[in-house]
């Protein structure tokens, strides 16, 4: 059972002021929130202060990610690559 309150905080938190951002934070987090382990909720949490800039450029333009964001990032480019 998903937590509904985290659930739409991080939902609300994806919505980005990039369209771009929007179109990959979003369906990831709708078709994988359900699944996350306790470390991938806190990595997710931790992903969403980062600035859209830095958002963009680590899963819009390929840019290696701060390594504390590194396995999130690649979890979601993973999944952009496999939708």
Known sequence: MTNSTEYNRFWWHSRRGMLELDLV???FLE???ASFSESEIESYRALLESED?????WL???R???PEHANMVNTIR????NR
């Open 25 to 27: 934070l979003l369906p």
């Open 31 to 33: 078709n994988n929130y």
């Open 53 to 57: 800039q830095d958002l963009f450029s």
């Open 60 to 62: 819009v333009t390929g």
């Open 64 to 66: 290696p990610p701060e």
């Open 78 to 81: 993973e999944y952009v690559h």
